[in-house]
C-alpha cells in the first residue's frame, strides 16, 4: 500500500491544501477539519484503496482506515498537505466552532455534567441502601456508623454547585 499516493489523492477530493483547517488521528481514523465542508467528495473518498469507510461527524470529516494504517497515511498527508501537526483537542476545538447552537449546548452540557455522573451514582446508590437500612431496622438510625454514612451520601448533592462549578471553569478561560 503506498500511503503517499493514498494522501496525494486525498487532497484534490478534499477541496485542496487550502481547505484543511487541520489533521489529527486516532488509532483508526484520519480526523480532518475542513475549511468548507461541501468541497468534499465523500462518494469518491470512500473509493480510494486502503478506505474502509468515511463520515462526517461533530464538525469533522473522519476516514476510516484501521489501526496501523491510519499512522502512515497521517504521516504521509500532513507533508503532502503541507500543515502541521495538531492534536486531537486542537482538532476538537476548531470542529466546535462549526456547531450549531443546540450542538453546543449539548456539548457544553455533556463537558459539566459526565464527569460528575460517578459521584452522583455513588451517592444516590449510598442513599438508597441506608434508606432501606433504616425502613427495614437493621440498624439504629442515631448509631454513629450511620450519621455518617448519611453525611457521605449527601455530599454529592451539597457540594454539587461545586462540582459544576469546577467542571464549568475550563471553558471559561478559553
Given at each position: 500500500m503506498d500511503f503517499d499516493q493514498i494522501s496525494r489523492s486525498l487532497l484534490p477530493l478534499l477541496g485542496g491544501k487550502e481547505n484543511i483547517a487541520s489533521a489529527a488521528h486516532c488509532a483508526t481514523r484520519l480526523r480532518l477539519v475542513l475549511v468548507d465542508d461541501a468541497l468534499a467528495d465523500q462518494q469518491a473518498i470512500g473509493k480510494i484503496d486502503g478506505v474502509k469507510g468515511c463520515f462526517r461527524n461533530a464538525g469533522q470529516m473522519q476516514i476510516i482506515f484501521g489501526t496501523g494504517v491510519v499512522?502512515?497515511?497521517y504521516a504521509a498527508f500532513i507533508?503532502?498537505?503541507g500543515i502541521?501537526?495538531?492534536s486531537k483537542s486542537e482538532a476538537a476545538d476548531l470542529a466546535a466552532k462549526k456547531l450549531n447552537?443546540?450542538?453546543r449546548i449539548a456539548r457544553l452540557l455533556s463537558n459539566i455534567f459526565v464527569p460528575i455522573i460517578p459521584a452522583?451514582?455513588?451517592s444516590g446508590l449510598l442513599m438508597g441502601l441506608l434508606g432501606m437500612v433504616k425502613t427495614y431496622?437493621?440498624?439504629d438510625p442515631s448509631n454513629a456508623i450511620y450519621i455518617m454514612l448519611d453525611m457521605c451520601s449527601s455530599a454529592a448533592f451539597i457540594?454539587?454547585?461545586i462540582l459544576i462549578g469546577f467542571y464549568r471553569r475550563p471553558r471559561?478561560?478559553?
Open positions: 499512522n502512515k497515511v507533508q503532502a498537505a502541521s501537526e495538531s447552537p443546540f450542538q452522583i451514582v455513588a431496622g437493621w440498624v457540594i454539587l454547585p471559561i478561560w478559553r
